[in-house]
C-alpha cells in the first residue's frame, strides 16, 4: 500500500489559479505555480479543507460508487453515525438500517455498535496508562496523519485502538462469514462515509496493515436513494439497532469524549482549533487532561464534506435522535473476539516530509538559508507568488523549487535598482567619449535585463489580475 495515498485530488482543467487554498491547507501542501494549483502529496493529510473552500470546484473527494455492490456475493453496510443525522424528523434508527437493506445490502453493521466497544476499550486503556496522560484519539485518520508528519513529540500519546469503522468491518466480515460459509474474498464491507480521510484510512491505514474495509461510498451518493426506500419501510421493520447513546454520539464533536465518564477531557473541531490544540499539547500547556478528541471537520463528522445536512443542523438532529435511547447496547463480551480486533497490530511511525535536508547538518545549513531569505522577503504572506507564506516561499527556494523573483515585491525592488545602475551608466556614456562603445554594451545587457524583468513583471502582475477576477467571479 503507498502510505501517501490520497482520497484529495485536483481538477487542472477547473483551477483557476487564486489562492484559497494555498492560505487554508493546514500543512501548507498547497501551491499555485504557472496559474495552476499543485498538491504536495507528502504534506496532504486529507483533510477536506481545499476542497470545502475551492470555489471553482477544482478540488474533489474520490470514493467508491454504489455498483461495486455488484462485485459480491454477500454485501454488508457499515453506516456511520452522521449518516442518522441527514434525515428530518427521524425518531428510529431501523428505518435507516432496513431501508440499505431495501437498497440491496445483505447485512448492516452499525459502526456506532463499535464504537461503543472502543469507548469500552478505551476507559480500560486509560484505567491502565495514567502515566502516559493525556491520551489523544485515533479516530480521525487526518488528524492521525497530522500529527504523524507534523508534530512527532505526541505519537507516544495516541490511543492504539483501531478506530470504530474497522473495528465494525472486522466484526461485520467475521460475522459474514460464519453466517453465509463464504470466502473472505466473496464478502464485500462497505462503509458509507461523511469525509474523503476514510476512503485513505481503508486504502493506507495507520495502526493495522490491511483495512477490512473494502470500500467506502459517499453519504451525499446514499442518501437519494436512501430516502426512497425509507418510505417503503414498513411498521413491521426488523429491529436491527445495536447502539445507543455512547455509539450514537461519535457522530459530533464530544460524542468519543463523553463516553469515557470523565470529565477531564478536551474535544476540539475544525483543522485550524485541531492545530492549535496540537501546538500547546507540545508545549505542554495543559494540566490534569486525561483524554484529548480531535476531529478535522467543524463539528465533527457531521461536518464532513460527503454530507448533505448543514453540520450544525445536523448535529441538533443527532441530539434530538439519542434523547430517549439507552446509554449504550453493545459491550465487549457480547462479541466474540472483539477484544482482538480493538487494538493496533502496528505502530504509527514519525514521517519527516517538512525535513529541509537529508541529514541533521544539511537541515540547519538549509534552515540558515531560510532565514536570511526571509529577511530580505517582505513577510506580507500576500500569497501572490503561489505560496501561503514568505517562509514557505523561502523553502520552496532552498529545495529547489522556486526562485526569488517568484516574489512579486522582491522582483520590483531588483527593477528599481536595475533603473539606477542604468541611470549611472547612462550618465558615464554621455560624460566620456573613451571607452563609450564598451559602457554602450553593458547598458544594452542592463537594458535587456530590465525588459526581461519588466515582461515577468507583466506576466505576473496579469495572472493575479486574472486570478482575483475569476475569484469574485466564482464567489
Known sequence: MDKFYHSVRLDPELCKGCINCIKRCPTQAIRV???????????CIDCGECIRVCPHHAKHATYDKMDVMKQYRYTVALPAPALYSQFNNLDDVNIVLNAL??????????????????????????????????????ACPSVVRLIRVRFPNLISHLLPLNPPVEVAASLAAQRAMQKTGLERQEIGICFISPCPSKVTYSKAPLGTEKSQVD???????????LISHMKAVGEEAWDLVASGKIGISWGRSG???????????????????????LEDLEDQKFTN?????????????????LNVENPYVAEVKLKRLRKYMPVARSHMDME??????????????????????????????RLNQVERLCK?????????????????????????QASENDCVYYLRENLHKLSEEVSVLADDLHERDKGGQETLRILKEYIQRISDEMSLLDNRDAEEETGKHNDNGGS
Open 33 to 43: 505555480r504557472n496559474g495552476k494549483a499543485q498538491i504536495n502529496g507528502k504534506f
Open 101 to 138: 437493506l431495501l437498497m440491496g445490502f445483505n447485512d448492516v453493521f452499525e459502526v456506532s455498535a463499535a464504537a461503543e466497544l472502543v469507548s469500552e476499550a478505551t476507559r480500560e486503556y486509560l484505567n491502565h496508562h495514567e502515566d502516559n496522560l493525556p491520551i489523544i484519539s485515533t
Open 215 to 225: 470500500h467506502v461510498l459517499a453519504i451525499k451518493d446514499v442518501y437519494p436513494q
Open 255 to 277: 460524542g468519543e469524549a463523553s463516553g469515557l465518564f470523565t470529565e477531564s477531557y478536551l474535544a476540539a473541531d475544525g483543522i485550524e482549533n485541531v492545530i492549535r490544540v
Open 289 to 305: 487532561l486525561k483524554f484529548v478528541e480531535l476531529n478535522a471537520c467543524n463539528g465533527g463528522c457531521v461536518g464532513g464534506i
Open 336 to 365: 466474540d473476539h472483539a477484544e482482538e480486533m480493538i487494538p493496533w497490530t502496528t505502530g504509527v511511525q514519525y514521517e519527516p516530509v517538512f525535513s529541509l535536508g537529508g541529514n541533521i547538518m544539511e537541515s540547519f545549513a
Open 376 to 400: 530580505k522577503l517582505p513577510g506580507l504572506d500576500c500569497g501572490s507568488c503561489g505560496a501561503p507564506t514568505c517562509k514557505a516561499l523561502a523553502e520552496d527556494i532552498v529545495r529547489g
